[in-house]
């Protein structure tokens, strides 16, 4: 059986309530994985928008430029050389020749556009390289998925936007086509060059607004996939507890780490006990231990602290281990809030510090 049941509840049920609906905002971190893996946001209709408007916009300028080229070539080529005897060497030159000026015509609108789709592709998703796309995935093949994608509101929403795109271009050329309808029964009496150049703008204006309408409806496209990709990366709560488990461990294990290292610190604290010299009590809520070494340090140093349980604790060892206990409540105090453990005392304790350890070495003697 698939669905697991202990006493007639569902285990299922328990499963849902744990993981949740995806409601939360994305992480950082799953952010980027999901940016490692090649899953980016663009609009493929923005991109091809504007690499139309860009190559439209290039064709325009340079079509003079084309024309007199292709003008040059063809007084060359055709009118002038035609006469030499037809050669292997004169194909060759024909063929280089047709090349370089084919390349010099169409060179810049290709330039223009792919700098216009490499500009709209890096302002879309920045730079990104991943291979993860390429590979390939079984669940592609399986047909009940294939039937889900083609049925899917993706499919909806791409649907409506080529309708859209359609309705668009039809218009924009039947207002252009409309307008400049009487242009076209004049270009029988026209000569070539101006029949060419009057096309040429007709043509020019079309592209052009049916780039601007696709821009505008790349831009709603744009907007439309970054709010698909953002309700893709959405997790629940359960996700993000298991990523933060990933991140920064389980919190259960790190509480008993902390507790372990509390408990470390706390022996070896107390190890420093019996090699101090005296411990300043106030007498039962705090106790503060010092060591002074004339050799090895400037001031005595606290080796260890501790308040309530802990100063009992501390009097208590250093009594087993016979180090003296004197009580003197202002300057315990003070020095348990002041002094950390490892630190030498501050200055202004010197005075009160040094009587004590003197009448502690004092009685240390008379012993």
Request: glycine share 4%; proline share 4%; charged share 25%.
């Amino acid at each position: 059986m698939q669905e697991e049941k202990i006493w007639g509840f569902d285990l299922q049920l328990f499963a849902e309530g744990e993981t949740g609906e995806k409601t939360e905002q994305p992480t950082p971190r799953r952010r980027e994985e999901a940016r490692k893996k090649g899953q980016v946001f663009k609009s493929n209709d923005l991109n091809s928008a504007v690499v139309l408007v860009a190559g439209t916009v290039a064709l325009f300028i340079i079509s003079p430029y084309m024309l007199e080229s292709f003008k040059a070539f063809t007084a060359v080529f055709i009118l002038e050389k035609s006469q030499e005897e037809f050669s292997f060497l004169y194909a060759y030159r024909l063929f280089v020749e047709t090349l370089w000026v084919m390349a010099k015509m169409v060179g810049p609108v290709f330039l223009a556009t792919f700098l216009a789709a490499l500009l709209i592709t890096y302002l879309q998703v920045g730079f990104v390289f991943s291979g993860e796309p390429l590979r390939p995935k079984l669940e592609r093949l399986n047909p009940v998925e294939g039937f889900k994608r083609i049925f899917s509101k993706r499919a909806l929403v791409e649907l409506l936007k080529s309708v859209l795109k359609v309705l668009v271009t039809g218009y924009i050329v039947y207002t252009v086509i409309k307008k400049d309808f009487s242009l076209f029964t004049h270009m029988i009496d026209m000569e070539l060059i101006a029949c060419i150049k009057a096309m040429r703008s007709i043509v020019f204006e079309i592209a052009l607004k049916v780039g601007i309408a696709f821009i505008i409806i790349g831009i709603l496209d744009y907007l439309y996939q970054r709010y698909e990709y953002e309700k893709s990366l959405k997790m629940s709560k359960y996700d993000i507890k298991q990523e933060y488990k990933e991140t920064e461990g389980d919190p259960l294990i790190k509480s008993r780490q902390r507790q372990i290292q509390r408990e470390m610190a706390m022996r070896r604290m107390m190890a420093e006990v019996p090699k101090a010299d005296v411990v300043i009590t106030n007498p039962t809520h705090f106790a503060v231990v010092l060591k002074y070494e004339a050799e090895k340090m400037d001031a005595p140093m606290v080796v260890a602290k501790g308040q309530d349980f802990m100063a009992l604790k501390i009097k208590e060892i250093a009594r087993q281990n016979d180090v003296a206990v004197v009580e003197n409540p202002p300057l315990a105090r003070t020095l348990y809030y002041t002094v950390d453990i490892g630190q030498q005392i501050p200055e202004e304790m010197y005075q009160a510090v040094a009587e004590i350890l003197a009448f502690v070495y004092k009685q240390k003697k008379v012993v």
